[in-house]
């Protein structure tokens, strides 16, 4: 079945600094990839849209600025965390769907867990 | 996307079909029923999605009412390891939307008992 890869698994930084999370989609095209952060014992909560080849659609309260996001290839997107500070800890996941194909699954990666010191 | 109601939590013993209901009384007619679930520290699993039909897979069945009001996800033999919070989300297909982002509910709480 589909699989999305995202890398580090974790990641422990000090605070000011910047943090690369990817996402690849390993055995399929997708056009579309999102990002979502999840608090302890909370649902998780859509952070953008990443669109190959075009800007991310950010949702309301979420900074672009801070969360720079880059989908360059129909296989990778990339989220930066710029100048991280520990409210920024969370559970960070990605998620795709195939291009094709009516009523398809989004597959998602298993997290990446920042803390920030 | 159409909104759903599902209980906090439940506790099913291991063996045993764990029933898991969904309400989503205001879908429209092409929006697709989802389940996922999340283990502990994990990234949701996508389990199985349905129209209007009954869907089985090698993980689960999937049962609409034939107003598609309500659905509930049945877990044939729950084992441990299927203790899991397990999220019901409808949408519409991504064919006909691109812009097919999930939103989130709390899911429910899925305890399997030893």
């Known amino acids: 079945g589909a699989v999305v890869s995202q890398h580090p698994s974790w990641v422990i930084c000090k605070s000011g600094t910047s943090v690369k999370i990817e996402c690849r989609s390993l055995?399929?095209?997708?056009?579309?990839m999102f990002w979502y952060r999840q608090f302890p014992k909370q649902s998780l909560m859509l952070m953008a849209t990443s669109n190959e080849g075009s800007k991310a659609t950010y949702e309301q309260g979420v900074e672009k600025d801070k969360f720079l996001i880059n989908h360059a290839s129909l296989t990778l997107s990339t989220l930066t965390v710029t100048s991280a500070h520990p409210e920024d800890s969370s559970f960070y996941i990605c998620?795709?769907?195939?291009?094709?194909?009516?009523?398809?699954?989004?597959?998602f990666g298993d997290g990446t867990r920042l803390s920030i010191l | 996307d159409a909104k759903t109601t599902q209980p906090t939590s439940m506790d099913c013993a291991e063996g045993r079909a764990a029933n898991l209901p969904c309400n989503h009384s205001?879908?429209?007619?092409?929006?697709?029923v989802y389940w996922y679930r999340q283990i502990h520290s994990q990234g949701p699993q996508y389990i199985i999605h349905?129209?209007?039909n009954n869907e089985t897979n090698e993980m689960a069945s999937l049962i609409i009412t034939e107003d598609r009001k309500s659905s509930t996800l049945i877990l044939p033999h729950a084992t441990l390891r299927d203790t899991a919070v397990y999220y019901c989300i409808v949408r519409v297909s991504p064919r006909r939307n691109r812009d097919d982002k999930i939103i989130f509910g709390k899911g429910t709480r899925l305890h399997i008992l030893p």
């Open positions: 205001t879908i429209s007619g092409n929006e697709y």
């Open positions: 349905g129209l209007k």
């Open positions: 998620s795709a769907r195939l291009r094709t194909g009516v009523g398809q699954p989004q597959h």
């Open positions: 055995d399929f095209q997708a056009t579309t």
